[in-house]
């Protein structure tokens, strides 16, 4: 009992920490350029195949974890100067569809270059084997990569409480008029976190690569859980999507514990429920567009 409880435990807990990731950079991305970005797993996925790439090339895993964001935030870039930039004046449904037509647009370049077969991100040697939990062991690489994940969301956090940038990031995402008038460039802002978000969806890649394989459509089911994670935390709430990516993290994983086939069933249906109770999300911080 005591190991089944470990394993339910932690895997909830890495689950949702790669649901923390998604959801945040998803939230991050709307809350200072009101884009739904529908191509955020599509990067998730591209994410993956980066870091598939730099450890297939000869690379640690860890250079992995730090180039394939970058890479993944420079077509982040391209994509808000692009693509973006031109639809802001415009309604959101405009975005909505140009996102939704990239991510077939990226799903289609990653068969072009990658192929549809299903690829293994390996670890360094140290990563493999388990490690012994009193009566319980555990996978060595799923400790790790909880390490990272925790690692990750500590920075993130960091970033937004500490830093210039972050404490206008939040600014502008509530007041960008006010942020304005302070001198500060909105604009640079806006494509700043819009990068940040790219970049989040990138690291979750690198991060579940080793977890779930890596194969061409993985961030649709991807995008979907981090729509749940967005939608039960509230549209726009930082502290709302960390509190219900813990939460879908480990009721997806109870729930395939048990009841395999009635897993995504159970999340859509604590969805539900928390949408009747709370509309505007757990904490009640969302926003309505």
């Not at 100067?81 to 990653?110: A, E, H, N, Q, W």
């Not at 979907?224 to 997806?252: E, N, T």
């Not at 086939?261 to 949408?275: C, D, P, Q, S, T």
Request: glycine residues 12%; aromatic residues 10%; proline residues 3%.
């Amino acid at each position: 009992m005591f190991a089944i409880t470990v394993d339910i435990v932690l895997n909830s807990l890495v689950l949702g920490g790669i649901f923390v990731i998604m959801g945040v950079g998803l939230n991050i991305i709307y809350g200072l350029n009101r884009v739904m970005n529908l191509a955020h797993g599509a990067l998730y996925a591209l994410g993956a195949y980066f870091g598939f790439s730099v450890v297939a090339a000869g690379g640690n895993y860890f250079v992995a974890l730090v180039t394939a964001p970058i890479i993944v935030g420079i077509l982040g870039l391209v994509i808000e100067r692009v693509l973006i930039t031109p639809m802001r004046k415009r309604s959101m449904i405009y975005t909505l569809i140009l996102t939704y037509g990239l991510m077939f647009v990226i799903d289609g370049l990653i068969k072009f270059f990658w192929g549809v077969e299903t690829r293994f991100i390996h670890l360094p040697e140290f990563m493999q084997g388990s490690v012994s939990l009193g009566s319980a062991s555990y996978p060595v690489f799923r400790l790790v990569i909880l390490i990272g994940i925790a690692a990750v969301v500590a920075a993130l956090m960091l970033l937004l409480g500490r830093t210039r940038l972050g404490i206008n990031m939040r600014a502008a995402a509530e007041i960008p008029e006010m942020v304005s008038a302070c001198g500060v460039n909105v604009r640079g802002v806006q494509i700043s976190g819009f990068v940040l978000g790219c970049m989040m969806a990138g690291t979750a890649g690198v991060l579940a690569g080793p977890l779930f394989t890596v194969f061409p459509i993985m961030g649709h089911d991807m995008l979907i859980s981090s729509f749940v994670v967005v939608v039960i935390g509230g549209l726009g709430s930082l502290r709302g999507a960390v509190i219900a990516a813990l939460m879908i993290g480990f009721v997806q994983t109870l729930a395939e514990f048990f009841i395999t086939e009635m897993a995504m069933v159970i999340v859509y249906m604590l969805m539900a429920l928390i949408l009747v109770i709370k509309p505007l999300g757990i904490l009640g911080e969302g926003k309505f567009e």
